[in-house]
T-cell receptor, first 113, second 114 residues
């Protein structure tokens, strides 16, 4: 299973871009990179996912390096409501047996005024 | 509204008691999942189900049981065999299990032991 490594915490000024890094050096060729966030005492919220190409949606951008060993989640204009724990996850593919997300410790992002 | 609902939001269990946590989805998703989250930790998979009448153990299935009699429902029972049940329990669902399907989560149930 591919593991992920994230910094335990980061600060960001309100209105600035938040760049959250993730290392996944053992990722396999068919494994996706997912990002979720969790605000205290709520269920995780899906943000974005990608396989090889960079992705963008209304919430964020995902930049995946060419060798796929690391990625960066970018929140272009962070707000106070973006304060949360951000999880970088590599989907564990189990073929016909299932689809499991392995959550690590995540990065606690604190957006400050 | 489409989505995943979990009930109750808070649940109290007495020693030796079995309790059941509800999870319902109206997203027409085939796959459903139960995770456990301890304070300051990530999520760990308890059970998952790819299709009605089928389910598989995750990493920490001991002391838990599930059923999947209907597509939209995946209740989790915390049995008396689970010696440390205090945690935040999260249910999720996805369209399938074989590709890049996204899992969507419910709001969670916090279980406390009296």
């Amino acid at each position: 299973d591919a593991k992920t490594t994230q910094p335990p915490s980061m600060d960001c000024a309100e209105g600035r871009a938040a760049n959250l890094p993730c290392n996944h050096s053992t990722i396999s060729g068919n494994e996706y990179v997912y990002w979720y966030r969790q605000i205290h005492s709520q269920g995780p919220q899906y943000i974005i996912h990608g396989l090889k190409n960079n992705e963008t949606n209304e919430m964020a951008s995902l930049i995946i390096t060419e060798d796929r060993k690391s990625s960066t989640l970018i929140l272009p204009h962070a707000t106070l409501r973006d304060t949360a724990v951000y999880y970088c996850i590599v989907r564990v593919a189990m073929g016909n047996a299932g689809n499991m997300l392995t959550f690590g410790g995540g990065t606690r992002l604190m957006v400050k005024p | 509204d489409g989505g995943i609902t979990q009930s109750p939001k808070y649940l109290f269990r007495k020693e030796g008691q079995n309790v059941t946590l509800s999870c319902e989805q109206n997203l027409n998703h085939d796959a459903m999942y139960w995770y456990r989250q301890d304070p300051g930790q990530g999520l760990r998979l308890i059970y998952y189900s790819q299709i009605v009448n089928d389910f598989q153990k995750g990493d920490i299935a001991e002391g838990y049981s599930v059923s999947r009699e209907k597509k939209e429902s995946f209740p989790l029972t915390v049995t008396s065999a689970q010696k440390n049940p205090t945690a935040f329990y999260l249910c999720a669902s996805s369209t399938g299990t074989s590709g890049g399907e996204t899992q969507y989560f419910g709001p969670g149930t916090r279980l406390l032991v009296l």
